[in-house]
C-alpha cells in the first residue's frame, strides 16, 4: 500500500534556529501533499496544501513566513520551521493523497517538535 | 464542511465488540463517511468508509442509517492495540482538494 514516511521522528531544538521536517511518498507520487499541527490533548488542524511545483495554500492564521513548505518533487515535501520558540512546539503530521488508495490519503508517522 | 459529533471517550473489554456512534445530521448527497484512527503518537491509519450500504473489511464493520443521519463503527473484538481516538470525517473517497477536516474524535479505552 501507499507508504509516507516522515522524519525526523523527535527533534529538541534551541529556541530561534531552524528545523526542516521531511515527508516522502515511498511508493507513489504525491502530487498534493498535507501538512497538520496536533497540540496536546487536541485534534489535528490543517496548516497548509502543498502542491509539487507550486505555492503552498496556507489556511487561515497560519505564518508562511515562519511555516515554509517546499514541494520540488512528487515524492518529497517539506515544512521548515523558521525561527522556532516554545509555542511552536507540537506534533506535525503530514500526508499525502494517493490515488488508488482505499480512503484517499495516507498518513506520515508524525515529527514530535520541542523547543527549548 | 459537514460536521460530524462523537462521544468524546469511551471504554470497553478486551475482545467484547466496541460500537462507535457518529451524528452527521448535515450530511450531503455526495458526501462519503470516513473512518479513520490515531493511535498514541502516530498518525492517522484508515479504518474503512461507505457511502450508504454498510461496509466490512478486516479491520472493522461500518454501519450506516438509512437517512444517513448516523452511522456506527463496530470493532468486532476489541484487542488492547485497538485504543486509540477514532475520527468520524465526511469527505470525497478518493480524496478532495483539501485535506481532511478532523473533529475531536473519540477516545477508546480498553480494559484487559
Known amino acids: 500500500g501507499a507508504v509516507v514516511s516522515q522524519h525526523p521522528s523527535r527533534v529538541i531544538c534551541k529556541s530561534g534556529t531552524s528545523v526542516k521536517i521531511e515527508c516522502r511518498s515511498l511508493?507513489?507520487?504525491?502530487?498534493?501533499m498535507f501538512w497538520y499541527r496536533q497540540f496536546p490533548k487536541q485534534s489535528l488542524m490543517l496548516m497548509a496544501t502543498?502542491?509539487?511545483?507550486?505555492?503552498?495554500?496556507?489556511e487561515q492564521g497560519v505564518e508562511k513566513d515562519k511555516f515554509l513548505i517546499n514541494h520540488a518533487s512528487l515524492t518529497l515535501s517539506t515544512l521548515t520551521v523558521t525561527s522556532a520558540h516554545p509555542e511552536d512546539s507540537s506534533f506535525y503530521i503530514c500526508?499525502?493523497?494517493?490515488?488508488?488508495?482505499?480512503?484517499?490519503?495516507?498518513f506520515g508517522s508524525g515529527t514530535r517538535l520541542t523547543v527549548v | 464542511d459537514a460536521k460530524t459529533t462523537q462521544p468524546n471517550s469511551m471504554e470497553s473489554n478486551e475482545e467484547e465488540p466496541v460500537h462507535l456512534p457518529c451524528n452527521h445530521s448535515?450530511?450531503?448527497?455526495?458526501?462519503?463517511i470516513h473512518w479513520y484512527r490515531q493511535l498514541p503518537s502516530q498518525g492517522p491509519e484508515y479504518v474503512i468508509h461507505?457511502?450508504?450500504s454498510n461496509v466490512n473489511n478486516r479491520m472493522a464493520s461500518l454501519a450506516i442509517a438509512e437517512d444517513r443521519k448516523s452511522s456506527t463503527l463496530i470493532l468486532h473484538r476489541a484487542t488492547l492495540r485497538d485504543a486509540a481516538v477514532y475520527y468520524c470525517?465526511?469527505?470525497?473517497?478518493?480524496?478532495?482538494?483539501?485535506?481532511?477536516?478532523f473533529g475531536k474524535g473519540t477516545h477508546l479505552i480498553i480494559q484487559p
Open positions: 500526508s499525502a493523497r494517493a490515488k488508488g488508495v482505499v480512503g484517499g490519503y495516507t
Open positions: 448535515t450530511i450531503s448527497g455526495t458526501d462519503y
Open positions: 502543498s502542491n509539487e511545483g507550486s505555492k503552498a495554500t496556507y
Open positions: 461507505g457511502l450508504t
Open positions: 470525517i465526511l469527505s470525497f473517497p478518493g480524496g478532495g482538494a483539501d485535506g481532511l477536516t
Open positions: 511508493d507513489f507520487q504525491a502530487t498534493t
